[in-house]
């Protein structure tokens, strides 16, 4: 059970938009530690997608994007394509107990 | 080419022992925080150890006492020891490096390069 809640999947035709939504509380996302996210293609590591609410490293489409707000986060992917098709993971900090780095439960995108 | 490359994984019977290794290439690994995060076959990441450049160390509850992370940084190589294994600790073993957010605060350090991982099976 994580502390970050993400939906365990979305879906989405190509070319549409899809959101994958990642709920804290106000011991990680709500105490203002950042988010971060995380790309999982089929049998390899997570590659980082978004850093810092909403930046983008160099080489990632500006089709994915990131915001942030109160105690939840949300990464969203425009013009879906067939290669969209990963596990999503949101990542951030919680303060509770002795305080941990913590990912969501992740969130499997399946391209229709 | 920047990369990380784990060994060590392979079959262990529960109460038994294990060391990973990390070799880095294509940084500055002495400078650079590093973490193992887990992932339990078909379930999620887990963060379970990192070290700061400067020597500082943090566990997940879930290992604390029987994980000990360390590096070398004249081999550029991360390690875990992993003691008193259990069956929940079967997982792919990933090496990572760690990057500043930009904020300064150790608690928004991301995971910017991951190795291929290193699969670890608990199992009598």
């Known amino acids: 059970q994580s502390v970050l809640t993400q939906p365990p999947s979305v879906s989405g035709a190509p070319g549409q938009r899809v959101t994958i939504s990642c709920t804290g509380s106000?011991?990680?996302?709500?105490?203002?530690?950042?988010v971060h996210w995380y790309q999982q293609l089929p049998g390899t590591a997570p590659k980082v997608l978004i850093y810092?609410?909403?930046n983008r490293p160099s080489g990632v489409p500006d089709r994915f994007s990131g915001s942030k707000s109160a105690t939840s986060a949300s990464l969203a992917i425009t013009g879906l394509q067939a290669e969209d098709e990963a596990d999503y993971y949101c990542q951030s900090y919680d303060s509770t107990l002795s305080g941990s780095w913590v990912f969501g439960g992740g969130t499997k995108l399946t391209v229709l | 080419e920047v990369q990380l490359l784990e060994s060590g994984g392979g079959l262990v019977q529960p109460g038994g022992s294990l060391r990973l290794s990390c070799a880095a290439s294509g940084f500055t690994f002495s400078t650079q925080a590093m973490s193992w995060v887990r992932q339990a076959p078909g379930k999620g990441l887990e963060c379970v150890s990192t070290i700061s450049g400067t020597g500082d160390i943090f566990y997940a509850d879930s290992v604390k006492g029987r994980f000990t992370i360390s590096r070398d940084n004249s081999k550029n190589t991360l390690y875990v020891q992993m003691n008193s294994l259990r069956a929940d600790d079967t997982a792919v073993y990933y090496c990572?490096?760690?990057?500043?957010?930009?904020?300064?605060?150790?608690?928004?350090?991301?995971?910017?390069?991951w190795g291929r991982g290193t699969l670890v099976t608990v199992s009598s």
């Open positions: 810092r609410n909403t």
């Open positions: 990572a490096k760690r990057r500043d957010s930009g904020t300064r605060n150790y608690r928004d350090w991301y995971f910017d390069l």
């Open positions: 106000s011991s990680n996302i709500g105490a203002g530690y950042d």
